[in-house]
């Protein structure tokens, strides 16, 4: 049987650290989240709310060093309280519908960034 491999090797996508706002759209809601790393299929953050997973949501943000505004969609994979910490979440989003420009900005902002 074969030996499984570390988690970040088993990721489908380079991750860069990041810690930036970012806002978060459900339904009739806007919060703003922290992020912590992001990729070009996904992203994880630090929400004010719990969202519960498969819910649809909308992201907009700026890259650091950029003035452009993306907005992705995606789906929520992984949302769980965080540790010690009230009226916090570790959430993590799978990107579902982006355009080139973004996919291409978050490409070399990866490339250019700390791994997470």
Not at 19 to 46: M, N, T, W, Y
């Amino acid at each position: 049987m074969a030996t499984p491999s570390p988690q970040s090797e088993r990721r489908r996508a380079a991750r860069a650290l990041a810690d930036f706002p970012i806002q978060l759209h459900r339904q009739d809601r806007k919060d703003q989240a922290l992020l912590r790393d992001i990729s070009e299929i996904g992203l994880a953050c630090v929400s004010p709310e719990a969202i519960p997973e498969l819910m649809q949501v909308a992201l907009d943000f700026t890259l650091p060093g950029s003035t452009d505004l993306h907005r992705v969609r995606g789906a929520v994979v992984r949302c769980a309280p965080l540790p010690k910490t009230k009226g916090r979440y570790d959430l993590a989003v799978y990107f579902t519908e982006m355009t080139p420009v973004t996919r291409a900005a978050l490409r070399h902002y990866v490339g250019k960034g700390r791994p997470a």
